[in-house]
């Protein structure tokens, strides 16, 4: 429920402007507020201008959405931006699980797990472990493949270049959901206008999305997310690119500057984005399906009542359709249900992923769900407390290990506070950790890249025996064995 109070909040504080306008900025701002009526009115073909903002009405939106983003908080301008926007890329987990599916409701503390595939990639020459990978059982193939390895999925009915070529222009959109003829995916803009009314199609049906076209640019109107802010832009900066969205005279900052650089922004392009009516108010399915395509993981404890009914009942379905639309693969687990992608390319945050704080985040879920992994795999808890001192002392054992042989940041090196917050905050975007008052959640998805579970073995007297207790209060050297 974190997501939609937080949504409901910022529509509270964001909605509204006292003119009671019928489009533009003010009525974008308000379109997930509680009762907003859908927009049920025809939309305009792909393609074709929609009748609608005259030259003057884009500058008035232009001031009035900026006078509203330098009165916000920072989570509310977020928020009114992604609601005006939208212009955020689908988030997946990355690394596809080596082992066959398992029997419907296993959990993802126990089932595959993609650690093999995974973790190796950034350990230094020499580390070794002493629990090994479990072999995949005879008679099965891998459900994923390497870094380099495209979704295999069978076309769905006609030319099958077709259907490749509509992917292809979908997974776009998703990841870069606004592109412009002289920007950096221009050169995808002629294969996005070939397929425009299949497009827009599915992606009406699916996701109730609209799919807009003009003359240099196409636009996914994607529905608003909380979390998911233009880069590098707190309220001023917001209402800096509001101004200069309709020509404003002052010279805006200098990320302001990259994002209209990399927008290219035309007249009609900033009407557009400055104008354009809401999207229609979604129901639980759409909702879900929102959730599925944009955000790593979905778990049922998140979700409204409808919204988990309609998860729990079509799971199976829903996952299906993503699949073919988008080629994207499931994990259906006792929790909830994420999407990947076996390509690894339809993120906007990429886990497993190169850099410090991308694999140091890894290694510490890895080593925290070690620790404190549920032994028993019937009713397992959907996430487990992680003590404040096992956090601090993994992320120390970790940078001992890792930190000068991987070449690590010398900056988080130097400040493992800092290190330790950036870290938990990749977990928490993608889903596998959460904050809980002072201290944290481990999620269960986090698992998917530890080592699979070992059945717990018998408890013993002898000399060769394994330890019975071991206590959550470190790794490595300060760890101790009673």
Same mark, same amino acid.
């Given at each position: $429920?974190?997501?939609?109070?937080?949504?409901?909040?910022?529509?509270?504080?964001?909605?509204?402007?006292?003119?009671?306008?019928?489009?533009?900025?003010?009525?974008?701002?308000?379109? @997930? !507020?509680?009762?907003?009526?859908?927009?049920?009115?025809?939309?305009?073909?792909?393609?074709?201008?929609?009748?609608? /903002?005259?030259?003057?009405?884009?500058?008035?939106?232009?001031?009035?959405?900026?006078?509203?983003?330098?009165?916000?908080?920072?989570?509310? @301008?977020?928020?009114?931006?992604?609601? =005006?926007?939208?212009?955020?890329?689908?988030?997946?987990?990355?690394?596809?699980?080596?082992?066959?599916?398992?029997? /419907?409701?296993?959990?993802?503390?126990?089932?595959?797990? =993609?650690?093999?595939?995974?973790? &190796?990639?950034?350990?230094?020459?020499?580390?070794?472990?002493?629990?090994?990978?479990?072999?995949?059982?005879?008679?099965?193939?891998?459900?994923?493949?390497?870094?380099?390895?495209?979704?295999?999925?069978?076309?769905?009915?006609?030319?099958?270049?077709?259907?490749?070529?509509?992917?292809?222009?979908?997974?776009?959109? $998703?990841?870069?959901?606004?592109?412009?003829?002289?920007?950096?995916?221009?050169?995808?803009? +002629?294969?996005?206008? !070939?397929?425009?009314?299949?497009?827009?199609?599915?992606?009406?049906?699916?996701?109730?999305?609209?799919?807009?076209?003009? /003359?240099?640019?196409? *636009? #996914?109107?994607?529905?608003?997310?909380?979390?998911?802010?233009?880069?590098?832009?707190?309220?001023?900066?917001?209402?800096?690119?509001?101004?200069?969205?309709?020509?404003?005279?002052?010279?805006?900052?200098?990320?302001?500057?990259? #994002?209209?650089?990399?927008?290219?922004?035309?007249?009609?392009?900033?009407?557009?984005?400055?104008?354009?009516?809401?999207? &229609?108010?979604?129901?639980?399915?759409?909702? %879900?399906?929102?959730?599925?395509?944009?955000?790593? %993981?979905?778990?049922?404890?998140?979700?409204?009542?409808?919204?988990?009914?309609?998860?729990?009942?079509?799971?199976?379905?829903?996952?299906? *359709?993503?699949?073919?639309?988008?080629? #994207?693969?499931?994990?259906?687990?006792?929790?909830?249900?994420? #999407?990947?992608?076996?390509?690894?390319?339809?993120?906007?945050? +990429?886990?497993?992923?190169?850099?410090?704080?991308?694999?140091?985040?890894?290694?510490?879920?890895?080593?925290?769900?070690?620790?404190?992994?549920?032994?028993?795999?019937?009713?397992?808890?959907?996430? =487990?407390?992680?003590?404040?001192?096992?956090?601090?002392?993994?992320?120390?054992?970790?940078?001992?290990?890792?930190?000068?042989?991987?070449?690590?940041?010398?900056?988080?090196?130097?400040?493992?506070?800092?290190?330790?917050?950036?870290?938990?905050?990749?977990?928490?975007?993608?889903?596998?950790?959460?904050?809980?008052?002072?201290?944290?959640?481990?999620?269960?998805?986090?698992?998917?890249?530890?080592?699979?579970?070992?059945?717990?073995?018998?408890?013993?007297?002898?000399?060769?025996?394994?330890?019975?207790? =071991?206590?959550?209060?470190?790794?490595?050297?300060?760890?101790?064995?009673?």
């Amino acid at each position: $429920m974190e997501r939609h109070e937080a949504a409901a909040g910022a529509a509270a504080a964001t909605g509204g402007t006292g003119t009671r306008r019928t489009g533009g900025a003010g009525r974008l701002a308000t379109q @997930a !507020r509680p009762g907003t009526p859908p927009d049920d009115r025809p939309q305009p073909r792909p393609g074709r201008r929609p009748d609608g /903002p005259s030259a003057a009405e884009p500058a008035a939106a232009a001031q009035e959405l900026a006078a509203r983003f330098a009165a916000a908080e920072p989570a509310e @301008a977020d928020l009114l931006a992604a609601r =005006v926007f939208g212009a955020y890329g689908a988030r997946h987990l990355g690394g596809a699980p080596q082992q066959a599916e398992p029997a /419907p409701g296993t959990s993802w503390w126990h089932g595959p797990t =993609v650690h093999h595939s995974t973790s &190796p990639l950034f350990r230094p020459l020499g580390y070794r472990r002493i629990r090994r990978e479990a072999p995949t059982q005879a008679g099965t193939r891998p459900t994923g493949g390497g870094r380099h390895r495209k979704p295999e999925r069978p076309a769905a009915t006609g030319d099958p270049a077709a259907t490749t070529e509509l992917r292809t222009a979908a997974r776009l959109l $998703m990841a870069h959901p606004l592109v412009t003829a002289d920007g950096p995916h221009g050169a995808a803009l +002629a294969l996005i206008r !070939r397929h425009a009314e299949p497009l827009a199609e599915h992606f009406h049906t699916l996701l109730g999305y609209r799919l807009t076209l003009g /003359p240099a640019h196409a *636009r #996914l109107h994607k529905a608003p997310l909380p979390g998911r802010p233009l880069a590098g832009l707190d309220p001023a900066g917001y209402a800096a690119l509001a101004r200069a969205l309709a020509g404003g005279p002052a010279p805006a900052p200098a990320p302001v500057r990259a #994002l209209l650089d990399t927008w290219r922004l035309p007249a009609e392009l900033a009407a557009d984005l400055l104008t354009a009516p809401p999207l &229609p108010a979604a129901g639980p399915e759409v909702a %879900v399906r929102r959730l599925l395509a944009e955000t790593p %993981v979905v778990r049922y404890d998140d979700l409204a009542p409808a919204e988990r009914a309609h998860l729990l009942a079509a799971a199976p379905a829903e996952t299906e *359709r993503f699949a073919d639309f988008l080629g #994207l693969t499931a994990e259906i687990r006792a929790e909830g249900v994420a #999407l990947f992608d076996p390509a690894d390319e339809l993120t906007d945050l +990429a886990l497993p992923g190169p850099g410090t704080l991308a694999q140091a985040a890894l290694l510490l879920a890895e080593r925290l769900v070690e620790d404190l992994r549920p032994a028993a795999a019937e009713n397992a808890p959907p996430a =487990v407390l992680v003590p404040d001192a096992l956090i601090d002392g993994t992320l120390g054992d970790i940078t001992d290990d890792y930190g000068m042989s991987a070449g690590w940041d010398a900056g988080y090196l130097a400040d493992l506070a800092a290190f330790r917050r950036d870290a938990l905050d990749l977990l928490h975007r993608m889903g596998l950790a959460a904050p809980a008052g002072r201290t944290w959640l481990l999620l269960a998805p986090a698992a998917r890249y530890a080592p699979r579970a070992e059945p717990e073995p018998p408890t013993g007297t002898g000399r060769h025996s394994r330890p019975a207790t =071991v206590p959550a209060a470190g790794r490595g050297r300060d760890r101790q064995v009673v």
